[in-house]
């Protein structure tokens, strides 16, 4: 499985981008699929996670509100729409998928079997 992110770019303050990420290489059926972000100097850090069936939505508090993981279950892609951006959510964004059913919180990077590379968000001031 490839995970493919897209959709980052440079906005100011109270902007809206939407990430995509697409998969491809086989039959994609993950049990969850999941955000990360990574800014300079600063350790990953999760944003949101969507089961892929039910499509319950899990978020870090620092972007519930403002951000919105959703998933197109037919073209194998999912999406973050970002809105009300601040300068703090500056940061390399990456896509995971969970494929394997790994029970552990969906915060956590050892949840997720594939990741996507990622895709640079700026937010100016």
């Known amino acids: 499985v490839q995970l493919q992110a897209s959709g980052g770019g440079f906005v100011q303050t109270g902007g809206s981008l939407r990430l995509s990420c697409a998969a491809s290489?086989?039959?994609?059926?993950?049990?969850?699929v999941g955000w990360f972000r990574q800014a300079p100097g600063k350790e990953r850090e999760y944003v949101a996670c969507?089961?892929?069936?039910?499509?319950?939505?899990f978020y870090n508090d620092s972007v519930r509100g403002r951000f919105i993981i959703s998933r197109d279950m037919a073209r194998n892609t999912m999406f973050l729409q970002m809105d009300s951006l601040k300068p703090e959510d500056t940061a390399d964004y990456y896509c995971?998928?969970?494929?394997?059913?790994?029970?552990?919180?969906?915060?956590?990077?050892?949840?997720?079997?594939?990741w996507g590379q990622g895709t640079l968000v700026t937010v100016s001031s």
């Open positions: 995971a998928a969970d494929v394997n059913r790994n029970h552990y919180d969906p915060a956590s990077e050892d949840k997720y079997d594939f």
């Open positions: 290489g086989g039959t994609f059926g993950p049990y969850a």
């Open positions: 969507i089961s892929w069936k039910s499509g319950k939505t």
